[in-house]
């Protein structure tokens, strides 16, 4: 990246990194009074409406819910939609702004609209970065196929210049109202962006760049011929475990002799790599430079009843329980080995919808992991109809001050949905989703989704719980937000 830098540019840089209080720009305090006042002129005002370019449609869904492998069959199956709580088919809810999203077509810029124009604004002056921070949506109902939207936007807030982690700039904030096309509201989004300038950061890069930070592999782990197979499975995605080939006897760490019946002929049987968690320690000293710490160290119990220890990955310490479901995922550490190690188990989506009476407040939702491919990322921005390079192309991405592509804001809200769907069951209805975003979610990364319950009430004569939840990356919380669901009542 800093190859494509003038000295100048370079120089800026390095200016605005060390005093992030110079703003490096050329502005007087005037000039920015006076700018800032341009920005916020039209606080307030609202732009021309925008019509979706289609319909509420069966395609779009089904490509939505195939990218977020969202199965709740009442969005693309009409027989089990029939019988669910519309009586039809419906959109996923968090779909709203898929919806009237432009499409793979050049921006358009309206002078008139408030939004645009403060966004063109903050271009021309430099603050070319974007970055989405906040989303809430409100559903007055979920949507039908050939609902036909129209969003208003508003232009509600625009910030002070604040120096944030990824640069010096302003946030915007906007309100979207949608319409269907009776003219009935059937829902509305606040949502928040920053325009940065890009290279005003506090952390450029995040301290990975320079070498310095980088983490030092993991230990080689010895070989031996009695073991190949175990690490030689692990190179395949395939985890190994020692069988004796005169009885079937399985056994781990690998011997060179059955202690079942003493015969010397040994095979192998590739596990299912799921488990249950037996026994645990935390590990916070000493501190072996190769480990991240807090170090959760686990006894895993496999399907196949051998016990192997290993590291759980990506959850907190404090989430470990005793019995919770794992599964195997290979961690390369150096080009020619990979280690075998467990995450948080995915629960299979519950197929019945749970009643109010069957949660309270302080119930946990259970860990959700969610591998960060480079697939799920790509298809899901696509599937939103939502085509910036920086979530498809990683060239494009790291140009703009990326690290690499990375997941767009609404498919935080759509994994986020998800995530309370399959736990609460096919026929809960979300009435709100509101995220806030952190730290980026990278490919080749794990989001653990958590949540709990913390109230449930009577809001309008519907029973409704309310959710928090979070999706911890292995930097930090991607996702952090709050949801009410509409459950029956028993
Ligand atoms: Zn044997």
Known sequence: MSDDMTGEQKQKREAGRDDPGSMSDDMTGEQKEAFLAELRRQVGSTGTPTTA????????????????????????DPDAARRGPHGEITAPPAMLNAWTMVGNVPRVNDPQDPASGVYAMLD????????????????????????????????????????????????VTTETEYHDQHGHHVGSMFFRILKFRPGTGRSTGSGDGDGANQPQPRPRPSRNQDTDFFWQGSRVGELRIQQCLGCGHLQ???????????????????????G????????????????????????????????????????????????????????????????????????????????????????ELPLCPIPLTPTLIVSTAIASRDYQEVHHDRDMAIRKGSEDIFMNILTSSGLSARYLGDWAGPNAILKNLRIRLGVPNYPYDCMTMSGSVTATQEVDGVATVTVSFQGLNSRGPHVTGTAELGLPRP
């Open 124 to 171: 021309e002056h430099g603050y070319a970065g974007v970055v989405a921070t906040n989303s809430e949506h409100v559903y007055h109902r979920y949507l039908r196929l050939g609902d036909h939207l129209t969003g208003t936007v508003k232009l509600v807030e625009v910030s002070d210049e604040k120096q944030t982690a990824l640069g010096i700039g302003h946030f």
């Open 252 to 274: 781990h760490p690998p011997g060179n002799r059955c202690p079942a019946c003493g015969a010397t002929e040994m095979g192998y049987r590739v596990t299912s790599g799921r």
């Open 276 to 363: 249950t968690l037996y026994s645990y320690v935390v590990a916070h000293h000493p501190r072996v430079p190769s480990f991240d710490y807090p170090l959760n160290i686990g006894l895993v119990e496999l399907e196949e009843g051998v016990r192997l220890i290993s590291n759980v990955t990506d959850c907190r310490s404090d989430q470990l329980k005793v019995g919770m479901p794992l599964e195997v995922w290979h961690m390369q550490t150096h080009e020619d080995v990979s280690l075998p190690v467990f995450r948080p188990a995915r629960v299979p989506r519950n197929p019945t919808t749970l009643t109010i009476n069957e949660v309270g407040a302080g119930d």
């Open 53 to 76: 370019r289609d319909p509420v449609n069966q395609p779009m869904i089904r490509h939505w819910c195939d990218a977020m492998d969202d199965a709740n069959p009442i969005y693309t």
